[in-house]
T-cell receptor, first 109, second 113 residues
């Protein structure tokens, strides 16, 4: 399955600290995407990294992709209370995203 | 742009009743996806359409579920008859055909008693 699997399942940090979460998948992909979901809301796209890219930045987000290890990481730098949410990786292949179970991140002031 | 619109936002129904969920994708998007989210199973892709044509319905749980997209601006997901295990949040998402970012609606929270 190309379904993403996130690690850790939950992460609790203080404001200002960095948050790192990892994603592993099992098959070849066209790209890998990260989404955020606030409680009771729909998912919001954060960043997309293509299979031929190794690293991508967007604001306080940094994503890496290692296709040889079939893994990706999402780093949120200088976290804020507003970053409290669930984060999902979604490998894409054949036009479909396969979401993992997500990492629940809690950022305390 | 109003984003992806879903209705109703909440639905409570009794077992055995028919349930219809509705979705209006973002104008210009020609791919539409239906997902279901539960604590036990996470976020599951049920079906997706390209240019109003169903491409992959392998995630549809069983024959009680059906989805249609009669035109580019409207899709429905119907459950008939509904069962308590269908209780979940159902999301609709859209994007331009191909690959890339999907835009999610706010979801419909379905409770079947």
């Amino acid at each position: 399955s190309q379904q993403g699997e996130e690690d850790p399942q939950a992460l609790s940090i203080q404001e200002g600290e960095n948050a790192t979460m990892n994603c592993s998948y099992k098959t070849s992909i066209n790209n890998l995407q990260w989404y955020r979901q606030n409680s009771g809301r729909g998912l919001v796209h954060l960043i997309l990294i293509r299979s031929n890219e190794r690293e991508k930045h967007s604001g306080r987000l940094r994503v890496t992709l290692d296709t040889s290890k079939k893994s990706s990481s999402l780093l949120i730098t200088a976290s804020r209370a507003a970053d409290t949410a669930s984060y999902f990786c979604a490998p894409e292949g054949w036009g479909k995203l396969q979401f993992g179970a997500g990492t629940q991140v809690v950022v305390t002031p | 742009d109003a984003g992806v619109i879903q209705s109703p936002r909440h639905e409570v129904t009794e077992m055995g009743q028919e349930v219809t969920l509705r979705c209006k994708p973002i104008s210009g998007h020609n791919s539409l996806f239906w997902y279901r989210q539960t604590m036990m199973r996470g976020l599951e892709l049920l079906i997706y359409f390209n240019n109003n044509v169903p491409i992959d319905d392998s995630g549809m749980p069983e024959d009680r579920f059906s989805a249609k997209m009669p035109n580019a601006s409207f899709s429905t997901l119907k459950i008939q008859p509904s069962e308590p295990r269908d209780s979940a949040v159902y999301f609709c998402a859209s994007r331009y055909t191909g690959e890339g970012e999907q835009y999610f609606g706010p979801g419909t929270r379905l409770t079947v008693t």
